[in-house]
């Protein structure tokens, strides 16, 4: 079974509660999005493996650690993952950005997949799939779907928040694919919202409504 990791780091923390306050505006929304996708890539980024090269230090020969030059992927869920890609970059600037153009549906909740693109190698990256909000879990385990059936063997799911419904379902679904979540939240509401949640993730990064 797919492990969950829960990333509650004091910074993580305290930038998560301007992120879900109503009265933050678009511009520090999206900022902070950004700053907490980066925290967050630290900690996701802690098993990656080195390998050791020969090296002059002004005072001497010496063997140190280099990244072992593992092939990664991110993948933002459209639109609201986006917000948290070039975060996640600034730590892993030579990953390949994939996209899955996936929006719910108001009605059944049920997500609707509209575009895909992916680096041409899938079978030998390991992708980091990222999206804001982790709800009922459909857009996640549809996303997932649509990596695996493209040849994806190794996959990350990586969110600011989640529901336990949606964690539940994810982990059902996949249970290869380790969760890293920022904050794990009450429950959904009735709309499929999560409580307390941040409200509408792409409309409060995008300034639409
Ligand atoms: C939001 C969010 C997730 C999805 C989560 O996107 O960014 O992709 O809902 O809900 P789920 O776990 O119940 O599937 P939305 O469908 O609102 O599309 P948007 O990013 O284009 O606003
Ligand atoms: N999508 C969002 O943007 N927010 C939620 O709370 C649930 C799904």
Do not use: W
Not at 151 to 180: R, T
Request: net charge negative; with cysteine.
């Amino acid at each position: 079974m797919g492990k969950v990791y829960v990333f509650d780091h004091p910074l993580i923390q305290h930038k998560l509660t301007y992120i879900r306050d109503t009265s933050t505006g678009t511009k520090e929304f999206r900022e902070l999005v950004d700053e907490v996708a980066t925290l967050m890539a630290f900690e996701i980024t802690r098993d990656m493996p080195l390998e050791e090269v020969e090296i002059n230090t002004p005072v001497s020969k010496a063997t140190s650690k280099v990244l072992s030059g593992k092939k990664l992927g991110i993948v933002p869920i459209l639109r609201a993952g986006i917000g948290m890609v070039d975060g996640i970059l600034k730590l892993i600037p030579a990953a390949k950005v994939g996209h899955v153009g996936l929006y719910r549906d108001p009605e059944t909740l049920m997500p609707v997949e509209y575009y895909i693109k992916l680096p041409s190698d899938v079978e030998e990256r390991e992708f980091i799939v990222v999206d804001p909000m982790l709800a009922t879990g459909g857009s996640a385990i549809e996303a997932i779907h649509s990596l695996k059936k493209r040849g994806a063997v190794n996959i990350k799911f990586m969110c600011l928040i989640a529901a336990p419904e949606g964690v539940d379902a994810l982990k059902e679904a996949h249970p290869d694919v380790d969760i890293y979540i920022a904050a794990l939240d009450e429950k959904l509401n009735d709309h499929g919202y999560i409580v307390p949640g941040l409200g509408d993730a792409g409309d409060r990064l995008f300034g639409t409504k």
